[in-house]
């Protein structure tokens, strides 16, 4: 009960990898503990565990008069550039086209209880996001999540981040095939593979079955992927229409075609080529422009297309680009109830408006999809296990998030909807109005977000209950419109592709500063994100809820028959669209309305004053000092090995730290050494020891040696003496690794 | 034994006749006047649009202060997750004499004296360690942990909230947190609770 963590208890149950990954990271913290490790490193490789900043984490926070110092201990020790070790940060957990099991969600609600602030935050790419986390528990968390099969890794940072997937993939009406399995099989290739570590930018991908639905909106991610079937000697054959250099943030881009056609065994190798190109040729210094995107644009797609294609014939096979293809006939979800039928009952009124909203009928007959609406995305513990034992009495592990911030449970038999609706209403979980105007997204703006301008939280929940009051008499012409918020212009709320969108910025007025929004209008959610709306002037915060009112009512009384909001917008063109909000663009002096210069759920004067610098970017830091921090990470391990009296694991480990050392360096130059120790060993020597480039002035090849011959030379049976000596060894040529790369200069790709 | 990951106590009102969102600019100020001793606060969380949860949360370094509407008992729970001591019973008394404090200051606050009564004749316990006090079933053998933490908060509450104190286990879901409930129908008030427990300001 005392000295045993977590990492005993569940020693058998997480899988050997994953285990070992959160004990390198747990070793890296311990080395940042002593300053041992370059703290940009660090935060980029605390990023790529999805342990993320949060606002005020650089100890200032501004209290509405002043900005002022949070009195954190040890201020001077940090976990990336201005940020500080002890101040709390946001977890972000990946979540594969956000497939659930009921054992997974028990176990985020047991960590968001332990280690947050007991909310989990369904976010818009299918994540979850716990706050107010401190960074010492996060290894512990991680070893939990990973004892049920989920991994943090690459959650954040320059990396592929969560692989998205249409919530309704299977079992929809429409699509052209399920994509599930592609994405799982992409995501699964993808995680940590050594061609998407040298990301000067994040890389989102999605996968759609659908063009006309919004379904994975691929127009708007670095790579998208809509399910196609095309003829191919006379037999169907499947395959995908590849997009790539889609995007939001500042300056959107819709994405080009790469493909119209990849046949489904070379989407991996297709990517492979694609995350090649973007490392060797991607912006990495200035991060405004890092985005593949940018790198498309600058190419033409043209260009952008023949650079991959080539890339694609230089690439060594690889038995996982096929593999799981041979799975596909048998994958399939399994109901847990058989199929039924809603008789003709009388239900309430409440149900049927709930049924109206929130239920889809599947593709299979007899079964539907139910959409659990969560309010901004929000869920607590108790709701959350709650909600896994409804899941496992109706649907079993068929559970996914959406991207709109929901939860979906799929297979749900027909006739179980009126007792599963009773169910989830008595645990608060049973609103209506599913992909409605009140359905509102937000991302987390300024409650917790280091770059958060202005509230779009705090925005959305007035939204939320101001329309949700009105919802009966709401037209039936703005009932499905789509209101998506964003607490700046970095698009995390997707306010590009919504019929009203907004973001956070400000405006000054006299010796103050006022919170306000953007407004977007006529963007489309359908056609995977067809194409982005009209930004047509800024708005105090605290008149949203009458713009909203009097752009809908405008939308109402003009329309013609069948015309959407998109088209009405485009009818009438920005400038027009500008006039209907332009009488809320006067800007009240302090005195006059003090109340605008308060956000929505803040009663602060409003400041920019905590606004950081975000870590969305991640650390742009060189693919070497990534590879190599691990390598450390194990030296030390080793060394507490060696003080627990285990020399046979101390040495393992320091042999190991020397091999992962030696890649680190060897990938420098050859990208494709792999993990195999012979490759690895005779990649270095004749790339580094051969040609003395690893010698040092005084000690020659002394410590290259050391590797050479331990690889040659395996101990069988070490004792503290030859494991002790080893592990000296390790740390001497780790530090000879550094050296030679400084040398030499890194990161030059000499062969590929 | 260990001091658990995290502890809470909850104390239920009695009177509440204000929103929970009144608690906003209150937890604000708080904050800007740093009006709790030995504790950093950093932050106001709003999440009054969850049905039956947390509703508006004082987010601090050591400790959360919630105004708490979980099972439609609200109350202010208090959430110590650092440096609460050494053992179970030093955390339980740092954790119970900030709680107290909390509410306390509470009820005195200028903005909200007289609109809300806290009872200090129940409480709830809740020990957020699963890893050291597993809220495993009753009698099967898996629940010593739990059964010396009750024996212990019995022991360590009883002298300060009168002889007539019982706590009981909630024999809640074992995925949930262990979990105790206080039931002292002769407590005194808050002053005298804080006093009894050495930490009156």
């Not at chain 1, 918020?485 to 709320?493: A, L, P």
């Not at chain 1, 500063?513 to 605290?542: E, T």
């Not at chain 2, 009564?117 to 809220?135: E, F, G, P, Q």
């Amino acid at each position: 009960m005392s000295n045993i963590g977590w990492k005993d208890v569940l020693a058998d149950e997480m899988p050997d990898d994953l285990a070992h990954e959160i004990d390198i990271f747990e070793g890296q913290m311990e080395l940042m503990g002593q300053a041992k490790l370059d703290e940009k490193v660090f935060a980029e490789t605390r990023l790529r565990r999805g342990v993320y900043g949060q606002r005020y984490d650089n100890g200032q926070r501004h209290d509405g008069f002043e900005s002022r110092e949070l009195a954190f201990d040890e201020k001077d020790r940090v976990k990336g550039p201005d940020t500080l070790w002890h101040a709390p940060g946001m977890q972000r957990i990946k979540v594969p086209g956000g497939g659930l099991t009921p054992d997974q969600l028990d176990m985020l609600a047991q960590v968001a209880d332990e280690y947050s602030d007991g909310i989990l935050h369904v976010t818009t790419r299918q994540d979850f996001q716990l706050h107010f986390v401190h960074i010492e528990d996060t290894p512990d968390m991680m070893r939990r999540l990973a004892a049920v099969g989920i991994t943090t890794r690459e959650a954040c940072g320059n990396s592929v981040r969560n692989v998205t997937c249409c919530h309704l993939a299977g079992v929809c009406q429409t699509e052209v095939f399920d994509a599930t399995p592609y994405s799982e099989a992409y995501a699964q290739f993808l995680l940590g593979h050594d061609d998407v570590q040298d990301f000067g930018r994040k890389f989102k991908p999605a996968f759609s079955g659908c063009e006309a639905e919004a379904c994975g909106l691929v127009m708007m991610h670095d790579m998208g992927y809509l399910a196609q079937i095309k003829e191919v000697d006379g037999k169907p054959k499947r395959g995908f229409k590849v997009f790539v250099g889609g995007g939001l943030g500042t300056v959107p881009h819709q994405a080009k075609v790469l493909s119209e056609f990849t046949p489904e065994e070379e989407i991996l190798p297709q990517t492979q080529a694609v995350a090649r190109v973007f490392a060797r040729l991607g912006e990495k210094r200035n991060r405004n422009r890092a985005r593949i995107k940018f790198l498309v644009a600058k190419l033409g797609i043209e260009e952008f297309r023949r650079l991959v294609d080539e890339e694609r014939k230089t690439l060594p096979h690889d038995d996982r680009w096929t593999a799981y293809l041979d799975t596909l006939p048998h994958y399939e979800e399994k109901p847990t109830r058989p199929p039924t039928f809603l008789n003709g009952q009388v239900h309430s009124f409440e149900f049927n408006q709930w049924l109206e909203t929130n239920v889809y009928d599947q593709r299979q007959e007899g079964y539907s999809v139910v959409t659990v609406n969560l309010p901004l995305g929000d869920l607590t513990s108790q709701q959350s296990w709650e909600l896994a034992d409804i899941a496992r009495k109706y649907v079993g592990d068929n559970i996914r998030t959406t991207v709109e911030q929901n939860i979906v449970l799929r297979w749900v038999s027909d006739a179980d909807l009126p007792a599963l609706y009773e169910e989830l209403r008595a645990i608060g979980l049973g609103d209506p109005g599913a992909g409605t105007i009140v359905d509102i997204t937000a991302c987390p703006g300024t409650d917790t977000c280091k770059l958060g301008i202005a509230s779009s939280r705090g925005l959305a929940g007035e939204l939320r209950t101001q329309l949700t009051a009105k919802s009966a008499s709401l037209p039936d012409a703005i009932k499905d419109l789509k209101i998506k918020i964003s607490g700046c212009f970095n698009s995390c709320g997707q306010h590009h592709v919504s019929d009203i969108g907004f973001f956070g910025n400000s405006r000054r007025s006299g010796n103050f500063k006022m919170p306000h929004f953007q407004v977007i209008l006529g963007g489309k959610w359908r056609d995977n994100a067809g194409s982005y709306g009209l930004a047509v002037g800024a708005v105090p915060s605290k008149t949203v809820p009458e713009v909203v009112d009097t752009i809908t009512s405008r939308y109402v009384e003009e329309r013609t028959k069948g015309e959407t909001f998109q088209e009405w917008i485009g009818r009438i063109g920005k400038k027009e669209a500008r006039s209907i909000i332009q009488p809320f663009m006067n800007l009240p002096a302090f005195e006059q309305q003090p109340e605008f210069f308060s956000d929505w759920g803040d009663p602060r004067v409003f400041s920019l004053g905590d606004i950081g610098i975000g870590e969305c970017a991640g650390e742009v830091v060189s693919l070497f000092s990534m590879e190599i921090s691990p390598a450390e990470s194990e030296a030390f391990e080793a060394q507490i090995a060696l003080d627990e009296d285990d020399p046979a694991r101390a040495e393992s480990l320091a042999y190991s730290s020397m091999l992962k050392a030696a890649r680190a360096l060897v990938r420098t130059q050859f990208l494709d050494v792999g993990d195999s120790p012979d490759r690895i060993v005779e990649e270095f020597k004749s790339r580094f020891f051969d040609t003395e480039l690893f010698f040092d002035q005084y000690a020659k090849g002394k410590f290259g040696q050391y590797l050479l011959d331990r690889h040659s030379n395996p101990n069988p049976d070490p004792d503290n003496d030859s494991a002790r000596r080893l592990i000296e060894e390790a740390l001497l040529f780790i530090e000879a690794t550094h050296a030679c790369e400084s040398k030499v200069g890194g990161n030059v790709l000499v062969e590929i | 034994m260990i001091a658990p990951h995290r502890l809470s106590v909850k104390f239920f009102f009695e009177e509440l006749s204000i929103d929970v969102e009144d608690f906003i600019p209150v937890f604000h100020r708080w904050i800007r006047e740093n009006v709790v001793p030995n504790e950093l606060l950093l932050d106001v969380a709003d999440y009054k649009h969850i049905v039956d949860g947390p509703a508006i949360l004082l987010v601090g370094h050591e400790a959360d202060y919630v105004v708490d509407l979980t099972d439609a008992k609200p109350g202010l729970m208090y959430v110590r997750k650092r440096d609460a001591g050494s053992d179970l019973s030093e955390a339980l008394g740092t954790t119970l004499s900030q709680a107290l404090n909390g509410v306390k200051l509470t009820e005195s606050d200028v903005e909200l004296k007289g609109k809300l009564k806290l009872r200090t004749d129940a409480a709830t316990i809740v020990l957020l360690d699963r890893l050291n006090y597993a809220n495993a079933a009753n009698g099967d053998g898996a629940d010593t942990a739990a059964a010396a933490a009750l024996s212990q908060i019995s022991d360590n509450l009883a002298p300060i909230f009168g002889d007539d104190t019982t706590v009981t286990r909630v024999a809640n879901d074992p995925r949930e947190p262990l979990t105790f409930e206080l039931s002292a129908p002769s407590a005194p008030d808050v002053d005298t609770l804080l006093s009894q427990l050495g930490s009156a300001d």
